[in-house]
């Protein structure tokens, strides 16, 4: 087929400049690791795992490699010269066991990665694009546009009678290999090229959960059940968090490509005008709502990624990009409720039924202000459905 994962890595052309500039030592120590030959699947993420806690730009990255709270779906060549079908299908195995660990609380993350040194140091260009939106396209089901946000979904249950349930949308973004030592080198990962999804909102909560199911062990002496001990237990620290990983940005060839913006003078401009948390001095005189980036944060696939210029090109688009979806609670910011707080999608009453839990205004207005968002049973969400029937 012209248009499936095997045509496409094998119009895959080498990267001249790489081989003339390398790899960074860690992305070239992981490298050697993951492209051994034959290398087990549970060897892959145990090295991506450790590269992730040392060198993950994105603090929620961090944690949630060391909280083990990422799922891992390991692509090898081998795997990638097979049928698009085989491809989907080991994709679609691994996100249905994420879908499942996440309602249980145990995973707030998901890496696909494709481990191919031919990947590694292929030439930025419309071939890595175009397998890049293949991949997406076996993984999310649905057709990949250049330069949109991409979102997937993740639930959790809170233990108890009433089975309270969360659903969660969280963005799909685009990691590779090659973006190491170019200008957008915070996306950079090793092996090859990788999609991640890190729902904050859904880390938050399952850590709240943990932390108090932890202390209902210790208080009633019961065998610990090993809810892992979560520091990022609010949305008011994911905020503190987010502005740091913003902040702490690599310092690439073109410099950093996300900033920190400084507070306004006239702060009725801001869509909130007090910081609703405590920030660090660090952040305390930091604009708390927006920031800016050299690539949009939210895209799945910045079309800027697949150029092979090393240095930025000049004339590319800045981006002022949003932090309120962590605190700002506002019929007006629907994210907030989709990505943050997380939307209940069931709860049970005291006979037992299954409904849903917004009422007709919120309905309403969600329905006014998304376009496609609704409140639905939870037998209606088909892969935790079948994630749960395992």
């Known amino acids: 087929m012209a248009d499936s994962i095997s045509c496409f890595f094998s119009q895959l052309r080498p990267d001249d400049?790489?081989?003339?500039?390398?790899?960074?030592?860690?992305?070239?120590?992981?490298?050697?690791?993951?492209?051994?030959?034959?290398?087990?699947?549970?060897?892959?993420?145990?090295?991506?795992?450790?590269?992730?806690?040392?060198?993950?730009?994105?603090?929620?990255?961090?944690?949630?490699?060391?909280?083990?709270?990422?799922?891992?779906?390991?692509?090898?060549?081998?795997?990638?010269?097979?049928?698009?079908?085989?491809?989907?299908?080991?994709?679609?195995?691994?996100?249905?066991?994420?879908?499942?660990?996440?309602?249980?609380?145990?995973?707030?993350?998901?890496?696909?990665?494709?481990?191919?040194?031919?990947?590694?140091?292929?030439?930025?260009?419309?071939?890595?694009?175009?397998?890049?939106?293949?991949?997406?396209?076996?993984?999310?089901?649905?057709?990949?546009?250049?330069?949109?946000?991409h979102l997937e979904q993740i639930y959790l249950q809170k233990p108890g009678a009433r089975l309270t349930t969360w659903k969660w949308l969280a963005g799909v973004n685009y990691f590779c290999a090659q973006g190491d030592k170019r200008w957008w080198q915070d996306h950079r990962i090793p092996g090859g090229m990788a999609f991640s999804v890190n729902s904050v909102g859904h880390l938050v909560k399952s850590g709240m959960i943990a932390n108090a199911m932890k202390e209902l062990d210790r208080l009633m002496d019961a065998p610990d059940e090993g809810y892992p001990e979560s520091k990022v237990d609010s949305l008011a620290k994911a905020l503190e968090l987010a502005m740091r990983t913003i902040d702490k940005a690599s310092d690439a060839v073109s410099g950093k490509a996300t900033e920190l913006l400084p507070l306004p003078t006239d702060r009725s401009e801001m869509p909130v005008r007090e910081c609703p948390v405590k920030l660090s001095p660090a952040m305390s005189d930091k604009n708390f709502c927006e920031y800016r980036g050299q690539y949009h944060t939210d895209y799945t696939l910045p079309s800027e990624y697949f150029l092979p210029d090393a240095e930025r090109p000049e004339g590319l688009k800045l981006h002022t990009l949003d932090f309120t979806y962590l605190f700002h609670k506002s019929v007006d910011n629907p994210d907030y409720r989709l990505m943050g707080e997380g939307q209940q999608i069931r709860r049970v009453t005291g006979d037992n039924d299954e409904v849903p839990t917004l009422n007709d205004l919120d309905y309403v207005r969600l329905k006014r202000l998304t376009g496609n968002e609704e409140e639905v049973l939870i037998s209606e969400h088909k892969r935790l459905k079948a994630a749960l029937g395992r």
Not at 41 to 52: G, I, M, P, R, T
Request: proline share 5%; glycine share 6%; aromatic share 10%.
């Open 17 to 149: 400049w790489r081989a003339s500039v390398g790899f960074s030592p860690e992305i070239e120590e992981a490298n050697e690791k993951l492209f051994r030959p034959g290398i087990a699947d549970a060897e892959a993420e145990q090295v991506l795992s450790l590269w992730l806690q040392k060198h993950q730009p994105c603090l929620f990255g961090r944690i949630a490699a060391k909280l083990g709270a990422i799922s891992y779906c390991i692509l090898s060549e081998a795997d990638l010269g097979q049928s698009d079908e085989f491809i989907k299908e080991k994709i679609q195995a691994a996100r249905l066991a994420w879908t499942q660990d996440g309602f249980d609380g145990k995973k707030s993350a998901f890496i696909i990665l494709a481990v191919s040194p031919r990947i590694a140091n292929a030439l930025p260009g419309p071939e890595v694009r175009e397998l890049a939106r293949r991949l997406c396209y076996l993984y999310l089901e649905a057709d990949i546009e250049m330069d949109n946000a």
